[in-house]
């Protein structure tokens, strides 16, 4: 299948050469761009949401599960939170040309940073027609060009959506090529890409584990990624015991299915048969109830709930189960915590100033709280404005990624004729 | 030969515990261990030589090349320099917790960053024993772990090198496993390294191209790496003609084996009737004369020099040749450069605003300098005070790779019980 590895190739060779023209866009040009887009989309409202119902019906038919169609689904709802995103990365200072960091060295040569785009990028995604445009937009918005490969599924409303960015690069003279959509959604398009590291800067995955995993061990282009969220509460001996209960019950309760809910609660020894019960109790009375998977040390404290065995303390449960476990003290919580956590995002629920000092220096993840909930760890409640996912690399950006995760930094060296 | 796997596998694990506990190590414990390594190996100066005649002497019998002896040979000097490095690198600033960007977040809670270290990081490196020290040492300041895995004709020294790492870690309370030298020199034991995301958070290859090369082509462990340095002086219509002459002297000849030497000269074709023959000139008296290989243009001004082919512009000679090519303008250099060159460090010579700020943006490379040599693209000239490496990666870190290289940055909430 020769056709297809070139095919996706000449797509990045064209989206390299309009990441070198948009090195010349100016902020304006590319923030008509964004608002011109959500223009298009309102106006096409209709035709996006009957290519969504052909690609809805189609993966009915195939037997797609109730999770996948849901995450499939525009609404006019949906459409509308589109174009509003749109407007808010319009509105988002451009992150691109920033300098900082100026040092004058002794030879009189002014040493400093420009921040700059990556390149290309490249998006491969499932499902959600919505990433077409978030990840175009938060794309062009910080001067890189990308190219999108969509699931087979959706592909009738990406294709329909990708038309209207083109038309809204075009007409604001921005290269078209900067956002491609790779019409092909064969393996082997992922292959393709995965395979570039010549003409494609760096490859973004958004779904789920499985998929994630798979391009990471396949990847020869660098990735930016989410894999589990395996989030901990450690409730401290120095823990304000409304907050304890407030941010325990919130970290689990207010959404269970996403990367930053809690799935592991340690509590200090000597605070442990105070907060259990009347943890226990709360999460009885959720709407969902939680079911619990203690440490024998907890199961001592509430004998009614399940015991956890050694893989519970490794699984992102994604629902409304949580394991909790009993530690001696802080040292032990944060062992536990880089030994059988995903590095992702950690709280401490404490009073004491030097404790709260030594878990935010410790505990190795993207996100460190104290006294807060995990569930803010997302791009809109950091104030990135936007974001194109969730890191759990170490290297390049950690946590959420918004318009400077998409870029980094070039040296600029400014001189009078020094020679070395 | 699961031995070697299982080998390296555990002694990154160790180092990976190491890691963790570095986080309590403070600055002066780090700093202590630096300047007792420089008075280990001030002391057993005689047995590190003594290693490495060894190690000279099995290498010669094997055959290994003249250059590839003088990188491995160690002298009172190189020994000095070891000892410096490390006392520099103790006087550097820690970059581990430094914390900046806090915003204020409508719900009261405090977000901003903290700059952590990567945790294990693999060096992989051919010959220069002195890497074993360079490498121990900025990776223990920024506070990671690190497995050395050197060349086998560098094994005496190094492992000599390494038990005085070792002593020093041990005698000021560090952990020891905070720096390993693989002792096996099997291509297995890199293998094993390339294999192990979940134990080596980054590889960092030191050596050759193709050593470079065929690490990022394995490495399912994120790379910080050094390809080519294919750089780019041009010289633009408004030049001053003493700068340009100095500069393109100087980026050619003052070594012209490093990976920041000018490998191709562009200039103005408004320029070139008066800049090239006194070029020509200098290039033919320099101490090692230049071979000059040029475009069609350059030849009817230079009718004497060999015709430059396709290939010359992608090729860093590492020697006396540079490559010479005549320009219609500002875009076609900056096209030229971002097409053919190796986003390493590329210079303009300019008195024009104008020219100088759209040559900056628009090249992408990691460093771009106006009316500077290329040669000044190293970690000491831009006062890293020490560098690891040179990246030429787009992502993470580009250019010369500091201690700051060797970090990234977490985010720390600071709340007072908010949920969501």
């Known amino acids: ?105 002794p030879n009189g040569l002014q040493i400093g940073k420009m921040r700059v785009p990556l390149g290309v990028i490249g998006i491969i995604y ?10 175009a937009a938060l794309c062009l918005k910080s001067g890189n060009a990308c190219i999108l490969r969509g699931g087979s599924e959706a592909f009738r409303s990406n294709t329909t959506i990708a038309g209207l960015i083109t038309r809204a690069l075009r007409e604001n003279g921005l290269p078209t090529d900067a956002v491609r959509l790779i019409e092909n959604t064969d393996r082997e398009s992922v292959g393709a890409m995965l395979q570039s590291p010549e003409l494609i800067d760096v490859i973004i995955p958004r779904g789920g584990k499985s998929l994630v995993a798979r391009i990471a061990a396949e990847a020869r282009v660098p990735v930016i990624k989410h894999l589990d969220g395996i989030c901990h509460v450690y409730i401290d001996q120095a823990a304000d015991t409304g907050k304890a209960l407030a941010v325990a019950y919130n970290a689990k309760t207010s ?20 907060i259990l019960p009347a943890l226990a109790g709360q999460y009885a009375q959720a709407e969902k109830p939680v079911e619990l998977r203690g440490c024998t040390r907890t199961l001592e404290i509430l004998p009614h709930i399940q015991a956890a065995t050694e893989e519970d303390w490794e699984t992102e449960y994604l629902g409304p189960v949580l394991s909790v476990k009993i530690v001696d003290n802080l040292a032990e919580a944060i062992t536990h915590i880089n030994t059988h956590g995903s590095h992702h995002t950690d709280a401490i629920i404490t009073e004491s100033y030097t404790d709260a000092q030594i878990f935010l220096r410790a505990v190795d993840s993207a996100s460190v709280m104290v006294n807060a909930s995990t569930r803010f760890a997302d791009g809109f409640e950091y104030g990135l404005g936007a974001e194109i996912g969730i890191s759990t690399d170490k290297i390049h950006v950690r946590g959420p990624v918004g318009l400077h995760g998409l870029t980094s930094q070039k040296w600029v060296v400014l001189g009078n004729g020094q020679i070395r």
Chains 1, 2 share one sequence.
Do not use: W
């Open 255 to 274: 959404r269970d299915g996403t990367c930053n809910t809690m799935e592991t609660l340690l509590v200090h020894t000597a605070r442990a048969q105070e």
């Open 1 to 105: 299948m020769q056709n297809i590895q070139d095919y996706v190739r000449s797509t990045a060779a064209a989206a390299k050469q309009a990441f070198y023209a948009l090195s010349n866009a100016s902020t304006a040009q590319k923030n008509a761009a964004l608002l011109h887009m959500a223009e298009l989309i309102k106006q096409h409202r209709a035709d996006i949401l009957a290519a969504n119902a052909q690609d809805m019906e189609q993966a009915a038919a195939k037997g797609l599960d109730a999770a996948m169609l849901d995450r499939l689904k525009l609404t006019e709802n949906t459409i509308d939170s589109m174009c509003e995103g749109l407007r808010q990365i319009a509105a988002l200072p451009d992150p691109v040309g920033e300098m900082d960091e100026f040092r004058l060295r």
């Open 126 to 135: 499932e499902s959600r027609p919505n990433v077409t445009v978030d990840a």
